[in-house]
C-alpha cells in the first residue's frame, strides 16, 4: 500500500458517524488556546449530526488536580460544550493500556528496553559529540539483543519498534500534507519502568477505542502525529483524520499568555463576557465564515467546516473581544440577561429583592455596558442611594436645581410610573417654567445616581422606581 492511500483512510465509524473528541490535561485551568480547539472539535461534530467526547488525560499524576478537573467541566457547561459520551479519565482505563500493550510485545511490535539512563546519556554525549542527532540506538530491539540477558535489577521501559524505512504522512485536514520520515523516529518509549503506560500511546488507544474519526489538535502536537500514526498501524487500526490547529498569539506575534490579559476561559465568565460572545470569539480565533463576525451558537453549528480554519498562527486581541460582548449584551434576551446579571449585582452588594428586578436593569444597560461586571458596577445607584460628588454638586444642585427637584417632587408623586408618563411630567415642567430640559435633567440625574451620565433620565427614573426617586428627591430638596 502506498503511504498516501494508507495515510488517508480514515476510521469512519462503521455507520459513518463523525466523532470528534477534546482531550484537556488536568494540569491547569482551560486555556483559551485549547478551548478554541475543543470549539472547532464540537463545532465539526455538531454539524455533521455527529458525536463529541469529552477525555481527560490525567495521566500526570503530579501536576493534574481535582480542581482543574472540576475547572474542565464547569467551563464545558459555561460555554455550552455538551459532549454526547465521557468524561473519561485515563487513569481509569489502566488495565486496557497493560492489554495493548502486552498485545504489541507478543506481536513483536514493542519490546522490552534495559537500557539505563546513564548508559542513554552516555549514548547521546557521543552522538552529539559526532555532530549527530541524539536518538536511541535500538541496542534492545528484540533482533539486537537475541542471546543477551537483561541486566539484574534493571526495571525495563517498554519500547515501541518503529518501523525502519519509509515515511508516514497524512494530509492534514488544515495544513495539508505533511510526512516525516520514519527514519527519524526513535523507538517511542511507550511504557516507564514502573509500567506507567505513556501519554502517546494511552492517546492512540483511546482514539481507536472511542472510534474517533477526527483528531482536531493544537498543533503542537504535530511531531507526536507520525508515532501515533505508527502505533494506529500497530494496533491494527485504520487512521483517523488529523487537523491540527494553528496557535493562539497575542496581539504581538507572541504565544498568548497572561502578558495579553487573562488567558483562563473561566476569569472570562467572571469578569462578565457571555457565553455566547466567548464561543464567538474562540471560534473566530482561526476560523472564519465569510466576513461574518458576530454570529450565534446556531449559525456557528450550521456554517462550521474545517476548511475555514486558517494555517496560520490566530491572533487574540482584546478589544475587539469587548466589542463582541458588547454586542452579543445588545442581541440577548433580557430575561436571560438579567439572571446572567443578577450574581454580578450581589457580588457588588446590590440585593435584587431589594431594587429592581436584574433584567429591569439590564434592558437599561444593554446598549452601554461591555461586561456584566461594567454594567452591575454602573447599576450601583438603582440600589442605594450614591453619595453626590461636590463639583456635581457645586454644579448642577445649586439653589436653582434643588428647586427644580423640590417643584417636581409633587409632580412625579402624581402620575403613573412609567418612562413615557415620566418624560411626559419633565418636558411639560421644563415648558411651563421657560427653561432647557437638560436645567431639569442634570439636577434629576445627579441627585438620584450621583453621576452627570447616565441612560435616559425618564428610563432611569422608571427602573429606580417611584418610592426610590422621591425618598431620594426628598431627602436631597
Ligand atoms: N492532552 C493533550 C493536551 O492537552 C491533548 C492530546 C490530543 O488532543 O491528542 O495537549
Avoid at 464545558?76 to 473519561?88: I, T
Avoid at 542513554?120 to 537475541?146: I, N, S
Avoid at 428586578?357 to 458596577?377: G, H, I, K, N
Wanted: negative net charge.
Amino acid at each position: 500500500m502506498t503511504p498516501d492511500k494508507d495515510a488517508t483512510a480514515v476510521n469512519i465509524a462503521t455507520d459513518g458517524t463523525v466523532r470528534t473528541r477534546f482531550a484537556p490535561s488536568p494540569t491547569g485551568h482551560l486555556h483559551l488556546g485549547n478551548v478554541r480547539t475543543a470549539v472547532f472539535a464540537w463545532a465539526y461534530a455538531r454539524r455533521l449530526g455527529g458525536k463529541f467526547i469529552l477525555r481527560i488525560e490525567d495521566t500526570d499524576l503530579a501536576r493534574s488536580t481535582d480542581e482543574y478537573k472540576q475547572g474542565i467541566l464547569r467551563d464545558m457547561a459555561w460555554l455550552g460544550l455538551d459532549y454526547d459520551e465521557g468524561p473519561f479519565y485515563q487513569m481509569e482505563r489502566m488495565p486496557r493500556y497493560r492489554a495493548a500493550l502486552q498485545q504489541l510485545l507478543d506481536q513483536g511490535k514493542a519490546y522490552r528496553c534495559y537500557m539505563s539512563s546513564a548508559e542513554l546519556d552516555a549514548l547521546r554525549a557521543e552522538q552529539l559529540a559526532r555532530g549527530e542527532k541524539p536518538r536511541y540506538d535500538g541496542r534492545w530491539r528484540p533482533e539486537q539483543a537475541a542471546g543477551r540477558t537483561p541486566p539484574a535489577g534493571v526495571d525495563p521501559v517498554i519500547r515501541f519498534r518503529n518501523p525502519d524505512a519509509g515515511i508516514v504522512a497524512w494530509d492534514d485536514a488544515v495544513k495539508g500534507r505533511i510526512e516525516f520520515a520514519n527514519a527519524e523516529l526513535d523507538d517511542l518509549v511507550l511504557a516507564r519502568p514502573d509500567g506507567t503506560p505513556m501519554y502517546n500511546f494511552c492517546v492512540v488507544v483511546d482514539d481507536i477505542d472511542m472510534r474517533i474519526t477526527h483528531v482536531i489538535r493544537g498543533d503542537d502536537h504535530v511531531n507526536n502525529t507520525p508515532r501515533q500514526i505508527n502505533l494506529f498501524r500497530a494496533l491494527g487500526a485504520a487512521l483517523p483524520v488529523f487537523g491540527h490547529t494553528p496557535t493562539v498569539l497575542g496581539t504581538d506575534g507572541e504565544k498568548l499568555s497572561k502578558r495579553h490579559g487573562a488567558v483562563s476561559l473561566y476569569q472570562y465568565a467572571e469578569d462578565g463576557y457571555l457565553p455566547e460572545t466567548m464561543l464567538n470569539f474562540l471560534a473566530r480565533l482561526g476560523w472564519a465564515h465569510g466576513d461574518a463576525e458576530v454570529f450565534t451558537r446556531a449559525e456557528l453549528i450550521a456554517w462550521f467546516d474545517l476548511k475555514g480554519i486558517s494555517e496560520s498562527a490566530a491572533r487574540f486581541n482584546g478589544e475587539k473581544l469587548a466589542w463582541l460582548n458588547a454586542e452579543h449584551i445588545k442581541r440577548a434576551d433580557e430575561g436571560r440577561l438579567g439572571e446572567l446579571l443578577a450574581p454580578f449585582l450581589r457580588a457588588t452588594g446590590c440585593d435584587p429583592n431589594e431594587g429592581p428586578a436584574p433584567s429591569q436593569v439590564a434592558a437599561l444597560y444593554r446598549e452601554r455596558a461591555a461586561t456584566l461586571a461594567e454594567m452591575a458596577e454602573s447599576a450601583h445607584y438603582l440600589y442605594h442611594a450614591p453619595e453626590v460628588p461636590e463639583p456635581l454638586r457645586a454644579q448642577h444642585l445649586s439653589a436653582a436645581g434643588l428647586r427644580v427637584l423640590q417643584a417636581l417632587q409633587p409632580r412625579l408623586a402624581a402620575i403613573d410610573w412609567r418612562k413615557e408618563a415620566i418624560g411626559a411630567v419633565l418636558k411639560a415642567f421644563a415648558a411651563e417654567q421657560g427653561i432647557k430640559l437638560p436645567q431639569v435633567m442634570m439636577p434629576l440625574r445627579v441627585a438620584l445616581s450621583g453621576s452627570a451620565s447616565t441612560p435616559a433620565v425618564d428610563a432611569v427614573l422608571a427602573v429606580l422606581g417611584r418610592e426610590r426617586t422621591l425618598e431620594r428627591l426628598a431627602a436631597i430638596a
